[in-house]
C-alpha cells in the first residue's frame, strides 16, 4: 500500500485475498500508515506489517520479500510510487521490494484525476506497461474531496479476479513462465475496407477477444506481436508490440512480415481478427459526393489469411508456425452442431486449432465483454467453455495451443 485516501480499501482486498488462500505479506509506505492503521492491516493479513527497511528483525527485508513473492500487488498506487518504479528508485521499503522482485507485479493507481492525467504519470505508466507491468485501471467516480473523475481505485473484488487470473495465467508459481521464449502473433479486432477516405466496409467485432489472448500469451513468457485494427481505442496488454492495421492486405503483410522475419520467425498465429471477405475493388481518394448518385461499389475477395498460411506451411512440408483460427458460426435448430461446424473448418482450413462460437447467443462474442465457446483441435480433443469472460476463454485457448507446442517440442 502507498499513501492515499484509497489505502483504506486494502483492508478488503487483503481480506479477499486472504480467503482465496493466499498468503500475503503488507507492506505499507509510511503516508499508507497516515490512513489506515497498521494494527488493522497485521490483523487480516498473514503476516505482521513492514513498513520500514529499518529496525525490524530481517537485515535486508526487501530482498527476501521481493524473491519470495509470487505477485506483488500496489493497492494504491499513488503517482509517486509508480513514479519511483518506473525510474528505479529505491526510496523506502515497498519500492525496493519493487525492484527486487522478478514476480508479475499488478499496479493499482488511485489518485485524483488531474495527477492521473498528467503526461508525467502516463509517462511513467506508458513505461511500466511496456516493462511487462500489469495494471488494474482505475475507474470513474466520487473522489476525495467529492470531485467527480477518473482516478478512484478499481473494485477491489475486480483487483483479486486481476491478481488470481494473473497467477493462474503465468504460472508464475514457482518461476514457471511455461510458453518463455516462444514468438506468437495475434491479430485483433474487424479490418475496415475503404470505399472512400471517410467511409469503410466494416464489421462488429471489438477486438477484445485478441487483446486478452495476447495479454494470456505475454503473462505466460511468450514475446507477442498483436496486429490490431483497434489499436486507437483499446490500451496494449502489457508487454505486448502492437502493429496498427486496418485493410485485410495491410493485415496479411503485418502478419506474414511477423512469421518470416530472419531469424525471429514466429512459432504460434492465433487469428482472432474478424477479417472482411469482400474489399471495394476501387477505393476513391475523394469523398464520394451524395449528388453523383449511388456508387456503384464492386467487391472483390479478399485472400484468406489463414487459409493461404495453412497451405504456404503444408507445402513446406508442415515446418511453420502453430495456426489457430477463430469461426464466428450461427447454429441452425436441426442442422450441424458448432464442434461438427468447428471440426469442418478445422479441416477446409488446414489449422491446427478452432476457437468456434455461435455469435446468435446472447452475449456470445462480437461487441461483448463475454464469449461462449467450443475448441477442436487437430489431435481430436474438443473443449468446451460455456458462458465466461473473454479473458478466461484466452486461458482455455492459449492452454489449447500450449499443449500442441509443447508435444511438438518433445517430438522435434
Ligand atoms: O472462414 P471464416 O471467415 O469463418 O474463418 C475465420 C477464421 O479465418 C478467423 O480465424 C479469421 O481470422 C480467419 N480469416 C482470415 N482471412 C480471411 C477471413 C478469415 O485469416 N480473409
Not at 65 to 78: N, R
Not at 183 to 190: F, I, P
Not at 319 to 330: C, D, K, N, R, Y
Request: charged content about 20%.
Amino acid at each position: 500500500m502507498s499513501g492515499g485516501i484509497a489505502a483504506y480499501k486494502a483492508a478488503e482486498i487483503c481480506r479477499r485475498l486472504m480467503d482465496a488462500g493466499a498468503t500475503v505479506s503488507p507492506v505499507m509506505t509510511i503516508a499508507a500508515k497516515r490512513f489506515i492503521g497498521e494494527a488493522t492491516l497485521s490483523a487480516l493479513a498473514s503476516e505482521p506489517v513492514r513498513t520500514s527497511l529499518w529496525g525490524g528483525p530481517e537485515p535486508i527485508p526487501h530482498t527476501r520479500l521481493g524473491q519470495s513473492a509470487d505477485l506483488v500487488v500496489v493497492a494504491p498506487a499513488t503517482a509517486r510510487i509508480i513514479g519511483s518504479y518506473a525510474a528505479g528508485i529505491s526510496s523506502d521499503l515497498l519500492s525496493a521490494t519493487l525492484l527486487a522482485t522478478r514476480a508479475p507485479v499488478l499496479m493499482c493507481p488511485a489518485m485524483h484525476t488531474e495527477m492521473w492525467e498528467h503526461p508525467a504519470v502516463a509517462e511513467n505508466v506508458a513505461t511500466l506497461k511496456r516493462r511487462g507491468v500489469h495494471f488494474v485501471e482505475p475507474g470513474v467516480g466520487r473522489l476525495a474531496g467529492g470531485d467527480l473523475g477518473a482516478g478512484r481505485l478499481a473494485d477491489p473484488a475486480d483487483i483479486v479476479d486481476a491478481a488470481s487470473t494473473l497467477l493462474r495465467s503465468s504460472r508464475s508459481l514457482g518461476g514457471v513462465r511455461s510458453l518463455h521464449g516462444v514468438r506468437a502473433v495475434v491479430t485483433a479486432g474487424g479490418t475496415r475496407e475503404p470505399i472512400d477516405p471517410v467511409r469503410y466496409i466494416g464489421n462488429r467485432s471489438s477486438g477484445r477477444q485478441g487483446y486478452a489472448v495476447a495479454a494470456e500469451l505475454a503473462a505466460r513468457g511468450a514475446l507477442v506481436t498483436l496486429v490490431s485494427t483497434v489499436a486507437s481505442s483499446l490500451d496494449a496488454p502489457a508487454g505486448v508490440d502492437v502493429v496498427e492495421v486496418e485493410t485485410a492486405m495491410e493485415m496479411l503483410a503485418s502478419v506474414e512480415a511477423c512469421l518470416t522475419a530472419p531469424g525471429s520467425s514466429a512459432d504460434l498465429l492465433v487469428m482472432t481478427a474478424a477479417v472482411a471477405d469482400f474489399r471495394p475493388a476501387m477505393s476513391s481518394d475523394q469523398k464520394i459526393k451524395r449528388g453523383s448518385g449511388v456508387p456503384d461499389v464492386q467487391l472483390v475477395a479478399n485472400p484468406d489469411i489463414l487459409a493461404g498460411l495453412a497451405q504456404a506451411r503444408h507445402a513446406n512440408n508442415a515446418s511453420g508456425p502453430l495456426l489457430v483460427g477463430f469461426a464466428a458460426e450461427t447454429v441452425r435448430p436441426g442442422g450441424p452442431t458448432l464442434e461438427e461446424l468447428a471440426l469442418s473448418k478445422l479441416h477446409s482450413k488446414g489449422v491446427d486449432v478452432i476457437v468456434a462460437n455461435d455469435v446468435a447467443l446472447p452475449r456470445v462474442g462480437f461487441g461483448h465483454a463475454t464469449n461462449a465457446v467450443v475448441i477442436v483441435d487437430r489431435d481430436g480433443r474438443s473443449v468446451e467453455v460455456p458462458l465466461t469472460t473473454k479473458e478466461k476463454v484466452a486461458v482455455a485457448v492459449v492452454d489449447a495451443a500450449e499443449r500442441i507446442l509443447l508435444t511438438r517440442s518433445l517430438t522435434s
